[in-house]
């Protein structure tokens, strides 16, 4: 690979990429550190990750000092509308003219595979994490972007197998027809039948909708005992809100949110997502490391983070602790160097970068709280369950990313 849009002289990347923390002089591109925040500030998604990522990101660039070795960072953003042209024409305008060394947020997983081929284009570095397709460190990995979160393959792995153990062994799946749901529903097929359960049924619903009447009656009618929603945000609540509404539940049948973050089950109340499993990165309540830096972002924001938001501080401390430490913001030397650093934090254990892009991390089954055991307005989750780092994520044998079969 060949980064041309920021070379550095041949000694100094060699001494960057060997000698990580020789605490050599800074050597940052235009004296400044820019980042890029890029996600849906308005639409379906804008709470999991929105304006409440971008003060997460700030929050990490205010504790990081607000420099890197002496450069100043600079932070600047933009709502991609949840459009895949929207998010790649933002990213290319950011290195035509704002010369952009990382780019960060990425949720709509259409936008995310459309802004990674910009980002490869110009041999920049991006960081995903907001995004579920499983794909983007798969079949559209590249050498110039990391998944830091989650994706869908962990979610069908703790979601779906708990489910099938517990009985649940037909399905019927309500999935949002793009990247994202076809790789939810993909990999929930796997972990169901693998585990002796059946896909009985799948409808695909345009993204957003606002209308699921008629997708509940079809799941109603499908005779399933797992009503299965691979989709997020808006869609997911409207989804549960309408099954409630229909009695889906009190027929008999049980929702398995495939992809629920913690401002769903806050908006939808414990009323109606009572006793839903689902699997999730990091919970603001989990341990005491993750509620000193839950109880700092409350008081800036007002709201508990998603593990969105909380990836994305990590992620961002991760990549300012590598620059200063590199002493370089150029992209391939940085990634390469990230790679090498664990990654343990206040959000991620036995975390690591491998080589197709993925930040392998342990992920959590919970369940939510009844009305009853709730003891505050955020107090919605039991975790159940540690899924181990080498369990969780697509093992590389499986891997279709030519950085790893190549």
């Known amino acids: 690979m060949t980064f041309n849009r920021k070379t550095l002289a041949s000694s100094i990347a060699l001494a960057a990429a060997t000698l990580m923390a020789s605490g050599a002089q800074a050597q940052m591109s235009d004296d400044e550190v820019r980042i890029?925040?890029?996600?849906?500030?308005?639409?379906?998604?804008?709470?999991?990750?929105?304006?409440?990522?971008?003060?997460?990101?700030?929050?990490?660039?205010?504790?990081?000092g607000g420099e890197v070795n002496g450069a100043?960072?600079?932070?600047?953003?933009?709502?991609?509308?949840n459009s895949a042209d929207v998010g790649a024409n933002t990213v290319r305008e950011w290195f035509d003219t704002r010369n952009v060394d990382l780019v960060a947020g990425l949720v709509a997983s259409s936008v995310t595979i459309a802004a990674t081929k910009v980002i490869e284009e110009n041999d920049g570095l991006g960081i995903v994490s907001g995004s579920a397709a499983s794909s983007i460190t798969n079949e559209h990995c590249t050498p110039n972007h990391i998944h830091w979160v989650y994706d869908t393959y962990p979610l069908a792995n703790g979601t779906a197998k708990a489910v099938v153990e517990q009985g649940g062994d037909t399905w019927f799946m309500l999935t949002a027809d793009y990247a994202f749901g076809h790789a939810l529903e993909g990999d929930v097929t796997k972990v169901v039948e693998e585990n002796g359960g059946e896909i009985v049924g799948t409808i695909r619903h345009p993204f957003p909708t606002s209308d699921f009447s008629s997708y509940i009656l079809q799941a109603q009618g499908s005779g399933a005992k797992i009503v299965g929603l691979a989709n997020a945000g808006a869609d997911t609540v409207n989804a549960i809100t309408t099954a409630s509404q229909f009695g889906l539940t009190q027929s008999g049948q049980q929702l398995a949110g495939l992809l629920i973050f913690l401002n769903?089950?806050?908006?939808?109340?414990?009323?109606?997502?009572?006793?839903?499993?689902?699997?999730?990165?990091?919970?603001?309540?989990?341990?005491?490391?993750?509620r000193e830096w839950a109880d700092r972002y409350f008081e800036r924001v007002g709201k508990r983070p998603t593990m969105v938001q909380a990836g994305i501080y990590s992620s961002t401390m991760h990549y300012l602790e590598t620059?200063?430490?590199?002493?370089?913001?150029?992209?391939?030397?940085?990634?390469?160097?990230?790679?090498?650093?664990?990654?343990?934090?206040?959000?991620?254990?036995?975390?690591?970068?491998?080589?197709?892009?993925?930040?392998?991390?342990?992920?959590?089954?919970?369940?939510?709280?009844?009305?009853?055991?709730?003891?505050?307005?955020?107090?919605?989750?039991?975790?159940?369950?540690?899924?181990?780092?080498?369990?969780?994520?697509?093992?590389?044998?499986?891997?279709?990313?030519?950085?790893?079969?190549?």
Not at 51 to 62: N, S, T, Y
Not at 342 to 371: C, Q, W
Not at 389 to 401: V, W
């Open 36 to 64: 890029g925040y890029l996600a849906d500030m308005s639409g379906t998604y804008r709470d999991l990750a929105g304006p409440g990522g971008l003060e997460a990101l700030e929050m990490a660039v205010e504790d990081f």
């Open 72 to 81: 100043p960072i600079e932070v600047f953003s933009a709502d991609d509308r």
């Open 264 to 290: 769903d089950v806050h908006a939808m109340g414990l009323e109606d997502t009572q006793n839903l499993l689902l699997t999730t990165g990091w919970y603001w309540d989990m341990d005491d490391q993750a």
């Open 323 to 406: 620059v200063a430490e590199a002493g370089t913001d150029d992209p391939e030397t940085v990634r390469a160097a990230m790679a090498e650093r664990p990654v343990e934090d206040f959000f991620s254990r036995n975390g690591y970068i491998r080589e197709d892009g993925r930040m392998v991390h342990d992920m959590y089954l919970a369940r939510v709280k009844t009305p009853e055991e709730s003891t505050g307005e955020w107090d919605l989750y039991e975790i159940l369950a540690t899924i181990p780092a080498e369990e969780a994520y697509r093992p590389l044998s499986e891997s279709q990313c030519d950085l790893v079969n190549n």
